[in-house]
């Protein structure tokens, strides 16, 4: 893959018509960054397809016409199925929308399969808030990667967390091989609390389209994953369901 460098607020760049300026916002969805340039007070908005803007040193910063999903999901799920074939079972996705419903959270977990205590470890969560502006996941990955190329950059960043998940858990396996087949590559699962009319916890797993303007998901039915629905049975009143980071 062509490796650039990385922009974020505070790069400095170059602009063919107002010279050197200073990176404010940039949005790597979609491809809109803000820039100053000199003792100008306003932000001046750039589109890196189209701008021209280069770094400093003169080298162009260039920008994916496709911009990525907006939600990594999918390509998470795709990732864990081929880890789940290596041999790492023990490897989990939680996933879930946020409070405000804006936005979706992810979380990455391995060893025991607790879906409401799990370990957390460095890079291996994100939210939707932070992905639509800088869309990588956060353990050295750039934008766009695919399943193979995220799989190598976690086993460098964080190699040690990775090994807790070598071992068997035929069970889940099963489970998320059964739902990965129905959903990719365009939809995604959402672990999170919903009712039916009568008011009793549904059975049925959410699913949701991962990019704009897809229709809604009218495949088969999914289930919740092994020991979900349990946990909410038992206990029906869910509380501190949301978790925040």
């Known amino acids: 893959m062509f490796s650039m460098k990385p922009i974020a607020p505070g790069t400095v760049i170059f602009h063919r018509?107002?010279?050197y300026g200073v990176l404010t916002a940039v949005n790597l969805l979609t491809g809109w960054v803000s820039a100053r340039f000199g003792n100008e007070q306003r932000c001046?908005?750039?589109n890196l397809s189209t701008d021209e803007v280069r770094h400093a040193d003169g080298e162009p910063i260039l920008f994916r016409l496709a911009a990525p999903d907006r939600m990594p999901h999918a390509r998470l799920m795709e990732m864990v199925g081929k880890l789940h074939g290596a041999g790492?079972?023990?490897?989990?996705?939680?996933?879930?929308?946020?409070?405000s419903g804006l936005h979706w959270r992810w979380h990455l977990f391995t060893g025991c399969r607790n879906w409401?205590?799990?370990?957390?470890?460095?890079?291996?969560?994100?939210?939707?808030?932070?992905?639509?502006?800088?869309?990588?996941?956060?353990?050295?990955?750039?934008p766009g990667a695919t399943a193979d190329e995220l799989i190598g950059a976690l086993s460098r960043?964080?190699?040690?967390?990775?090994?807790?998940?070598l071992g068997e858990d035929e069970e889940h396996a099963l489970w998320f091989e059964r739902v990965s087949r129905a959903l990719l590559p365009g939809y995604m699962y959402s672990l999170e609390k919903r009712l039916n009319p009568d008011g009793s916890f549904s059975d049925v797993l959410p699913v949701y389209p991962v990019r704009q303007g897809m229709p809604a998901y009218e495949g088969p039915s999914l289930p919740y994953p092994p020991g979900w629905n349990k946990r909410y049975r038992t206990e029906p009143v869910v509380r501190d369901y949301f978790c925040c980071f």
């Open 17 to 19: 018509y107002r010279g």
């Open 88 to 99: 790492y079972q023990r490897l989990y996705l939680h996933a879930w929308p946020k409070e």
């Open 44 to 46: 001046l908005d750039l």
């Open 157 to 165: 960043f964080d190699p040690e967390g990775l090994a807790q998940a």
């Open 116 to 142: 409401f205590q799990r370990p957390w470890r460095e890079g291996w969560y994100g939210s939707g808030a932070d992905y639509i502006f800088n869309p990588v996941m956060g353990w050295g990955d750039l």
